[in-house]
């Protein structure tokens, strides 16, 4: 299958970061907005108030401990939980992966160059894989393992998850790395990585509410938010489910994310 990614080099996106806003560039916006802005960003408080319905159809308001699907900032807190590895000593960053992973090894092949893949190029997006993003799983479906997931095996819905590109020639956003991370994390522990993440990230960050697992049992599935689609039709089952956890498992909420 043909596929349309846009690689740039790696080094070229720090420059982009720090081009793309220097202090003392002149505002785009009207003395009165920027008047406004300033009161906005010097008089914040600690609050946190909902908008909107958490479902339509059953007339549910968001509040404030209202839960969503954090889609892909699940992969920033999975950095958190990978680095806690590499602090413990569990981990390295710049080691091939395949010394890590135990159930299942990443099939190098000529397109990598003889370039070893590192956590610190799947965290980074300069792996050179495949597989931008997952749609998930309608409730009921037959969920895949994670090794079916990066093999692209049955009942996955997505390809697998391989090099098109030797490691650190570009950055192209993979979520089909972060899930090798995901498995990695696995492997070391020898846990669920939902546990894991529980007991090493969310719980000592204070995200009382926070959860990855899939699909969020134990919760009360009131202060769950309906997902729908940009129609507006509702998502059937109400929400996906995601074996793809670290890179798109995430149950959260406001509260929890910017405590």
Same mark, same amino acid.
């Given at each position: 299958?043909?596929? /349309?990614?846009?690689?740039?080099?790696?080094?070229?996106?720090?420059?982009?970061?720090?081009?793309?806003?220097?202090?003392g560039?002149?505002?785009?916006?009207?003395?009165?907005?920027?008047?406004?802005?300033?009161?906005?960003?010097? /008089?914040?408080? #600690?609050?946190?108030?909902?908008?909107?319905?958490? #479902?339509?159809?059953?007339?549910?308001?968001?509040?404030?401990?209202?839960?969503?699907?954090?889609?892909?900032?699940?992969?920033?807190l999975?950095?958190?939980?990978?680095?806690?590895?590499?602090?413990?000593?569990?981990?390295?960053?710049?080691?091939?992966? /395949?010394?890590?992973?135990?159930?299942?090894?990443?099939?190098?092949?000529?397109?990598?160059?003889?370039?070893?893949?590192?956590?610190?190029?799947?965290l980074?997006?300069?792996?050179?894989?495949?597989?931008?993003?997952?749609?998930?799983?309608?409730?009921?479906?037959?969920?895949?393992?994670?090794?079916?997931?990066?093999?692209?095996?049955?009942?996955?819905?997505?390809?697998?998850?391989?090099?098109?590109?030797?490691?650190?020639?570009?950055?192209?956003?993979?979520?089909?790395?972060?899930?090798?991370?995901?498995?990695?994390?696995?492997?070391?522990?020898?846990?669920?990585?939902?546990?894991?993440?529980?007991?090493?990230?969310? #719980?000592?960050?204070?995200?009382?509410?926070?959860?990855?697992?899939?699909p969020?049992?134990?919760? #009360?599935?009131?202060?769950?938010?309906?997902?729908?689609?940009?129609?507006?039709?509702?998502?059937?089952?109400?929400?996906?489910?995601?074996?793809?956890?670290?890179?798109?498992?995430?149950?959260?909420?406001?509260?929890d994310?910017s405590?």
């Open positions: 299958m043909k596929r /349309n990614l846009i690689c740039l080099p790696a080094v070229l996106l720090p420059l982009l970061l720090i081009t793309g806003c220097q202090p560039t002149q505002s785009r916006y009207s003395p009165e907005t920027e008047e406004r802005i300033k009161l906005v960003e010097n /008089n914040l408080g #600690d609050w946190v108030k909902g908008y909107g319905w958490a #479902d339509v159809d059953e007339k549910r308001p968001v509040t404030e401990k209202t839960l969503f699907q954090a889609a892909s900032i699940s992969k920033s999975n950095g958190v939980g990978v680095l806690k590895l590499v602090q413990d000593g569990k981990l390295d960053l710049y080691t091939d992966i /395949n010394q890590y992973l135990k159930s299942w090894k990443f099939p190098y092949d000529s397109v990598s160059g003889g370039k070893p893949i590192t956590l610190s190029a799947l980074s997006h300069t792996a050179g894989l495949t597989i931008h993003g997952f749609p998930g799983y309608a409730q009921g479906d037959t969920l895949p393992s994670v090794q079916q997931v990066v093999d692209g095996q049955k009942p996955a819905n997505t390809e697998a998850v391989r090099s098109f590109i030797e490691p650190g020639t570009c950055v192209v956003y993979s979520g089909g790395g972060t899930t090798i991370t995901q498995q990695i994390v696995t492997d070391v522990t020898g846990r669920p990585y939902d546990e894991y993440m529980q007991k090493n990230v969310i #719980d000592p960050m204070g995200m009382k509410s926070s959860s990855y697992r899939q969020p049992a134990g919760t #009360d599935t009131s202060l769950l938010a309906t997902g729908y689609k940009a129609d507006g039709t509702r998502v059937d089952g109400k929400f996906h489910i995601y074996p793809e956890q670290a890179a798109a498992g995430l149950w959260t909420n406001p509260t994310l405590g």
